[in-house]
């Protein structure tokens, strides 16, 4: 990293006994070229002293939120302003609390919720309270909320257990600091455009077609390609997912208006990734007015709406497209099949059934392209959608070679 380059990094230090290998941190990242301003809770202050950490980032250590004479050297929103990364070492199953509910009563937790720096944890606690269901809920709002969780490891506690919750090594963090900072800008320049949930096929004013999709997966591929630089078009079915910061929603309702949709936003993108569950067919008559229930039999006639998938790459052959693939079963061969009949990128294919895919918080997938194949394992669809996503990225750099 050169001069010009400098990073800023703001070094939170929450309350746990790793807080002793925080100082080796500090020393790790400025060695590594950035500029390191330090930030401590006040438990953290009962297990390594300020003093230390001043003398190694060379910067007053910023303690309080409401301290007069801190605020008028460098305030907490000059702070949260300054930090090019937000790096929790260690972060304590107290502190992952705060963040996950937006707490801001002291000064680490406030210059969290005012920067739009990206932001990594390096939680550390006891084994038994990092596998408590109340810190893994906490730990999956903040992946959805865009934080990067760099794991604890496995080994000897200080308490004496063992098992999970060792804060990594300081080594290790830079590694994984520098891992999702190449990340981070990937996608920088490129316009992405992606469809998400359900459709609505209308029958009458008040009854409807349409399938379990909660587009769950679709919005954490769109938050995510968001987070990686990119600028993105989210076409949203039905659904009550909330918009996620950074981007473009375009709501819609049934598979034609979709249809729509895409063929206006297509013509400025390059990459477009189909996750929508589209209604494969709607009824031929949509009724004014509400059907009665006087027929004991009734018929629908339906008609099979259009692909839209397979109509943008067909007259855009020029943009990267990405489909999924649900199925219950011969995923693969499903899978090869959908690349070669839709003259797609890439498939993404997942099982669907019995508690898998549909409306799950977690998934996996089959990734499949041309000459490749990967298989991305069980994991909470926010990381899900950045490993695809990071697959994505590097077949599309190769597709003009
Ligand atoms: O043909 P099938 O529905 O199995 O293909 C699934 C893929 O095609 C998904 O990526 C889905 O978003 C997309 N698709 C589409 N328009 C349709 C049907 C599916 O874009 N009418």
Same mark, same amino acid.
């Given at each position: ?335 090869? @099949?959908? !690349?070669?009949?839709?003259? =797609?990128?890439? +498939?993404?294919? %997942?099982?669907?059934? /019995? *508690? $898998? ?24 669809? @926010?990381? !899900?959608?950045?490993?695809? =996503?990071?697959? +994505?990225?590097? %077949?599309?750099?190769? /597709? *003009? $070679?």
């Amino acid at each position: 990293m050169t001069k010009s380059q400098t990073k800023n990094i703001l070094l939170g230090i929450t309350g746990g006994i790793a807080a002793y290998k925080s100082a080796e941190l500090t020393r790790l990242l400025i060695k590594q070229g950035y500029s390191v301003r330090v930030c401590m809770t006040q438990a953290a202050t009962q297990f390594i002293t300020p003093l230390t950490l001043q003398a190694l980032s060379t910067h007053p250590v910023h303690l309080d939120l409401l301290d007069t004479q801190a605020e008028s050297a460098m305030g907490h929103i000059e702070l949260a302003r300054w930090a090019d990364h937000i790096l929790i070492a260690p972060c304590t199953a107290d502190f992952i609390a705060k963040m996950a509910h937006g707490f801001a009563d002291d000064l680490l937790s406030t210059v969290c919720l005012a920067s739009n720096a990206p932001v990594n944890i390096a939680p550390a606690m006891n084994q038994q309270m990092w596998k408590h269901p109340a810190v893994q809920n906490n730990v999956q709002t903040l992946i959805a909320n865009g934080v990067n969780i760099f794991e604890p490891a496995a080994g000897e506690q200080a308490c004496g257990d063992i098992g999970v919750g060792r804060m990594l090594e300081p080594s290790e963090i830079i590694d994984r600091l520098a891992i999702t900072e190449t990340h981070s800008r990937q996608l920088a320049g490129v316009k992405l455009l992606i469809t998400a949930g359900a459709t609505r096929e209308a029958i009458d004013p008040v009854r409807y077609l349409t399938n379990r999709s909660s587009g769950k997966m679709g919005y954490a591929i769109a938050q995510a390609a968001q987070q990686m630089g990119a600028e993105v078009t989210l076409i949203s079915g039905i659904g009550c997912l909330p918009k996620p910061s950074g981007l473009t929603r375009i709501s819609v309702e049934s598979a034609n208006d979709m249809y729509q949709a895409v063929l206006k936003q297509a013509e400025n993108c390059d990459i477009f990734i189909a996750t929508a569950a589209v209604a494969d067919y709607s009824p031929v008559q949509q009724n004014t007015h509400k059907i009665k229930k006087t027929a004991n039999h009734l018929q629908l006639e339906l008609q099979k709406n259009p692909d839209i998938l397979a109509t943008v790459s067909q007259q855009f052959p020029n943009i990267f497209t990405v489909g999924f693939a649900a199925e219950t079963d011969n995923l693969i061969q499903y899978a090869r @099949q959908k !690349l070669t009949n839709k003259k =797609l990128d890439m +498939v993404a294919a %997942n099982w669907v059934g /019995k *508690d $898998k895919g549909f409306d799950q918080t977690e998934n996996a997938l089959e990734v499949l392209w041309k000459d490749g194949q990967c298989s991305l394992p069980t994991m909470p669809k @926010q990381q !899900l959608a950045k490993e695809l =996503l990071y697959l +994505v990225e590097k %077949n599309y750099r190769n /597709k *003009d $070679k």
